[in-house]
Structure formats: C-alpha cells, structure tokens
C-alpha cells in the first residue's frame, strides 16, 4: 500500500475512536445541536470576514467563539 493511504487510513482511525464517545457525551450532555449551530455560525464568519474585508479565518474563529460563548450563557440560564 501507498504511505499517503496508511497515513489517511490511520488518521481517519483515530477520528473514528475519538468521535464515538465524543458523540456519546454531546448526546448525554443534549447539546446534539451545538456543533450543528457553531458550523452554520461559521458560514456567518466566513461572510462577515469577506464584507468586512477581513481574513475569513479571523471572522470564522470571531463568529465561533461569540457564538459559542452566548450557547454556554443561555445553557447556564436554563
């Protein structure tokens, strides 16, 4: 086999072993909706950098973490 493949067929191994109780805890936690949320946040990100005339990695990052941090506040609310 090719290196490139084992290193893909490895690396997407150990996303597989890291995403199952990973997705386990959100569901348990019910925040099955809080990556869901912060991705489409991040087509947000990705806008406001290209109208702002930004990086839009800068905007994703800005966008993420302003969205993330007001889904932690409305939690604690709850």
């Known amino acids: 086999m090719d290196d490139?493949?084992?290193r893909a067929l490895l690396g997407g191994l150990g996303v597989a072993l890291a995403a199952g109780p990973l997705g386990?805890?959100?569901v348990w936690r019910r925040?099955?909706?809080f990556?869901?949320?912060l991705a489409h946040s991040g087509l947000l990100g990705?806008?406001?950098?290209?109208?702002?005339?930004v990086n839009p990695e800068v905007g994703v990052?800005?966008?993420c973490l302003t969205v993330a941090l007001?889904?932690?506040?409305?939690?604690?609310?709850?």
Not at 70 to 78: K, T, Y
């Open 46 to 53: 990705v806008m406001l950098g290209i109208v702002l005339n």
């Open 24 to 26: 386990a805890f959100i």
């Open 61 to 63: 990052v800005a966008t």
């Open 4 to 6: 490139f493949l084992i």
């Open 35 to 37: 990556g869901d949320t």
């Open 31 to 33: 925040m099955a909706y």
């Open 70 to 78: 007001a889904l932690v506040l409305l939690q604690r609310q709850r």
